[in-house]
């Protein structure tokens, strides 16, 4: 019934190229927005970081997308030179999104590394090697972990005096949850496309809230390992804390947390909605670009 509609417009019209373009538009820009404000969803941490990355790759598809969905048009039997005008302009925006990725990724993580083996050093140099940890001979209590390939877990003498057996266990792991998550390519993949944006468009919603999520999954797993009693007294000691550059620390985002921690995990309604979500961003645009040559 719609089909013959759907194929002239597909086939003699700029139409799929402009859906990708806005469906572009709204992943990279409206979504965030909205999904930062939706705080119920920072109970189901995991679901919630796999409808951010949906929501990011499919705004970065999506954009990729309109240059190829638009070749379609100069194939177009009767006149494929009057499509040049649309069509130009598709390819340049997809090729411009992919440099300005490639080019945020080098920048970005050569940056991260380098100041991450800069600092694995420096604590290899001036910490006390322990079984699981190194620890720093600072008063100051402060647990991070160094990732990649040779990661450490960093603690101050200061944690060690101020927590009592459980709650460091909690501390460690924590910290340990995140090296094995690898939450810092997580982070690293969001601070790309974070950069990628031009900085008109850009916004730092979506880098705090993957940020918090990270820490609440991170919590879950020394919750699963102490209990929360024993992860929210830890939390509480290191609210103060900062983790240094590029390092995944416990610090900054403790209130929301201990609240996270009280509320407890949801039921299977809030990941349900999430993961539909994140199909349905992550899907769109290779759907969309599927008919556009078909
Ligand atoms: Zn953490």
Redesign the pocket.
């Known amino acids: 019934m719609g089909g013959g509609w759907w194929r002239r417009a597909c086939h003699h019209g700029p139409v799929i190229p402009f859906l990708l373009a806005g469906l572009a538009v709204l992943l990279a820009w409206v979504a965030p927005g909205l999904m930062a404000r939706r705080k119920a969803f920072r109970r189901a941490p995991r679901a919630a970081l796999v409808a951010w990355q949906a929501v990011s790759v499919g705004g970065i598809l999506a954009a990729l997308a309109a240059g190829p969905a638009a070749i379609p048009l100069l194939l177009d039997g009767d006149a494929p030179t009057r499509h040049l005008r649309l069509v130009v302009p598709a390819v340049l925006v997809s090729a411009v999104v992919l440099g300005r990725l490639l080019h945020a990724g080098h920048h970005v993580g050569t940056r991260l590394r380098r100041v991450r083996a800069d600092h694995r050093q420096l604590v290899d140099i001036v910490a006390r090697h322990e079984e699981r940890v190194r620890i720093l001979q600072h008063p100051t209590p402060t647990a ?1 972990c160094i990732p990649g390939r040779q990661s450490r877990v960093v603690l101050s003498q200061g944690v060690l005096d101020a927590l009592p057996g459980e709650q460091l266990e909690a501390v460690i792991a ?2 340990n949850a ?1 090296l094995r998550g690898r939450h810092d390519l997580l982070l690293e993949f969001f601070a790309v496309v974070t950069q990628a944006v031009p900085a008109p468009l850009r916004s730092s919603e979506a880098l705090d809230e993957v940020r918090l999520l ?2 609440a999954l ?1 919590d879950r797993a020394a919750v699963r390992r102490t209990g929360e009693v024993a992860t929210a007294r830890a939390l509480l000691t290191l609210a103060g804390s900062r983790a240094p550059d590029a390092a ?3 610090g900054a985002t403790a209130p929301v947390r201990l609240r996270l921690l009280a509320d407890g995990p949801p039921g299977p309604v809030l990941p349900l909605i999430a993961y539909s979500y994140a199909a349905l961003a992550a899907t769109l645009p290779l759907v969309l670009l599927g008919l556009a040559w078909a």
């Open positions: 991070y924590h910290e995140h990270v820490e991170a995944l620390g416990v």
